[in-house]
């Protein structure tokens, strides 16, 4: 069976080289080579793809830079790409199978047959290379945080989320799922736009229901008539800290959040940076590295 994998390379000082390669075979890397790069170092290695999503190499890409600060080493180049000759999205597929999460969704490959009998919310997807799977962390984090907000009362159907970096929609969907009644679903990735729509059509959703647009916060501002009652937002934190103010236009006094993406050693800035920003953290959630914050306005 064809497996893609990551080829990640890291250019660094030559003093960071034995903390890096301890870091990058921890994180399940294979076959790594150096050679120097006139002063530099340059490592590659490779990691099968199913091991790490972008949002776990962009963490390592920062855990390396904060080891290199912390000695006062000039800061790693962490870059990756995808490698194979064959399509990888057909590849991934045969990896990826039905996943419950929480008590009520059964995330379902959209080119599987619908099961006979299900007690779960089906939350079909077909993602293709946007991300948004349902096997992450924060991800999981999210729609569990998503059960607690809704699907409780019948007032539901006039809730109003907006979903920030919705990559393959997953978070709208769910939320619609659980009885909202319309999100609005932006991401910077024309792929993941396309990927969100393809998702919405999977899952029987009006486009009125569930509007996807390329763009951020700026964008929900624009398309919104008033203010939005939820913000889901799982990106990494060094965006989150940029997003905070710009949520201020969107909000109301009694709009929640569900914030995650956001490791634990950086869950204190944002947690900061939201109580600047007028957001109460109400609880915090935590699955292996990665951190959820349920927050409300004070
Ligand atoms: C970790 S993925 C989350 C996908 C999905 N919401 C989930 O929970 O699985 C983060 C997404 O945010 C998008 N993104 C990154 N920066 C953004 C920004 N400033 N505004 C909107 N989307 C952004 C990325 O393109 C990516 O699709």
Redesign the pocket.
Known sequence: MANNWWEIQVLCDPALEDSIFWRLENFGCRGMATELKGHSCLISTYLPQERA???DLSALSLLLRQDALAIGLPTPAMQWNLIEEEDWAISWKKHWHPQEIGDRFLIYPAWLPLPEQCDRLLLRLDPGA?????A?A??QL?LEALEMRLGFDPSDSGVQVA?????????SIGALLLGAGKAYS????PL?VRAARRCRELNKIAESKMLVKL???ERVKQLIEEPVDGI?C???AE?IL??IPEMDHICKPSTWGII??VLLEQAKPVADTLEQHGWVVATLWRRQDWCCFNIRRS
Do not use: P
Request: overall charge negative; aromatic content about 2%.
């Open positions: 999503q972008m949002l946007a991300f948004g799977t349902g992450h924060t991800t999210c979903d920030i970096g919705c990559g393959s929609g997953i978070l932006v991401d910077i990735d993941a763009g951020s916060v889901i799982n990106i990494l965006t940029d997003l995650s993406g």
